[in-house]
């Protein structure tokens, strides 16, 4: 019913960046990204929320922007700065709504930072 696909990743190499795109064909409570590196848990790294606010994993944060258009149904993680530690399966999730909302996942983009 609700369209939501995700794109970006590839390899490269340490220092380097990448963009990631998400795009909902309705507008979210919120949009971001986790990852799940080769053996553990997935982790939530980064979250913008309809009114702005925006929530960055330390990991990350002054490396990685989010930002969102087209009234909250599309956003972008840019990648600065790319580290050998960020190479990891990059997954969007959004939720249609505060509190009755729906759970979306994208389907995953990998990511590899290597020399």
């Known amino acids: 019913q609700v369209q939501f696909v995700e794109s970006g ?3 490269v190499q340490p220092g380097r960046s990448l963009r990631l795109s998400c795009t909902a064909s309705t507008s979210m409570y919120f949009m971001g990204w986790y ?12 979250r913008k929320f309809r009114g702005g606010s925006t929530f960055y994993k330390d ?4 490396r ?6 087209n009234a909250k149904t599309t956003v972008y993680l840019q990648m ?5 530690e960020d190479t990891a399966v990059y997954y ?6 505060v509190t009755a909302g729906r759970d979306y996942w994208g389907q995953g983009t990998q990511v590899t930072v290597s020399s």
């Open 80 to 84: 600065n700065s790319l580290k050998p």
């Open 35 to 46: 990852r799940q590196a080769p053996g553990k848990e997935r982790e939530l790294i980064v």
């Open 92 to 97: 969007c999730n959004a939720r249609t709504g």
């Open 59 to 62: 990991a990350v944060k002054g």
């Open 64 to 69: 990685f922007t989010i930002s969102s258009h």
């Open 9 to 11: 990743g590839g390899l």
